[in-house]
């Protein structure tokens, strides 16, 4: 774990609210095109009640909402929020500050919790999941990047204790697992969305559906009712 890293996700999203939407328009389009696969899938599968972890500035939250969902959204970058609420018109009781790791709502709160885009950015992922699983009734919902060689290669190397000794050489120390802002992408712990499966799958939920989209996979997962 690295002492400061939430803070730097929060100070840096908090800083670029103000341009985050036009950053995210122009540098990931293709996440736009994906959208219009996997929000559908969104809306026929995760029942009336949904929770957006990490819901930005109400991109997709929006779109939920516009749809009829009585859908609601955490995030604990103030700045990104109060863009949902003035941009968006999204009102603020459906709004909640707070820590992914920690969510703001009962057990099985919500027929489905989804994240999109988001758990790359988490200090831990699997509590982020723990708690979106606690939180949900029924479906899990996770948009991220796909690791696709780099993923395997990395597992691969790590396994025959090269990857450490290689990336060393290369870059002059040991790879952190973190990685630095820089003008079209935040801090980053490096994860990939083919690590979600095992996790939820352990935790004792049933992979219902992996679309596929370029550059990225969309999971969805179901509790198991028995």
């Not at 708690?131 to 996770?142: L, N, P, T, W």
């Not at 003008?183 to 996790?199: A, H, L, N, Q, S």
Request: charged content about 30%; some cysteine.
């Amino acid at each position: 774990m690295k002492p400061d890293f939430k803070t730097e996700v929060q100070q840096h999203f908090d800083e670029r609210a103000a341009r985050y939407d036009h950053d995210t328009e122009t540098c990931d389009q293709q996440d736009f095109v994906n959208f219009e696969v996997v929000i559908p899938y969104l809306l026929q599968h995760g029942g009336d009640r949904i929770l957006e972890v990490a819901t930005g500035t109400g991109i997709v939250l929006e779109r939920l909402l516009a749809a009829g969902k009585d859908a609601y959204g955490q995030d604990f970058s103030s700045g990104l929020l109060r863009v949902a609420e003035t941009k968006r018109r999204i009102p603020s009781e459906r709004l909640s500050k707070g820590d992914a790791e920690f969510l703001n709502f009962p057990d099985d709160h919500f027929d489905s919790v989804c994240v999109f885009r988001s758990l790359h950015h988490m200090d831990s992922p699997l509590r982020v999941l723990k708690e979106m699983v606690r939180c949900a009734k029924r479906s899990v919902f996770v948009y991220d990047s796909a690791g696709g060689w780099r993923r395997r290669t990395k597992k691969t190397l790590d396994a025959l204790g090269l990857y450490q000794v290689i990336y060393s050489k290369l870059r002059g120390q040991p790879d952190s697992g973190y990685r630095p802002a820089n003008e079209t992408e935040g801090p980053v712990k490096v994860f990939y969305v083919e690590d979600v499966i095992p996790i939820l799958e352990h935790e004792r939920l049933r992979i219902v559906k992996v679309i596929r989209v370029p550059g990225n996979l969309f999971v969805h997962a179901e509790k198991r009712t028995h």
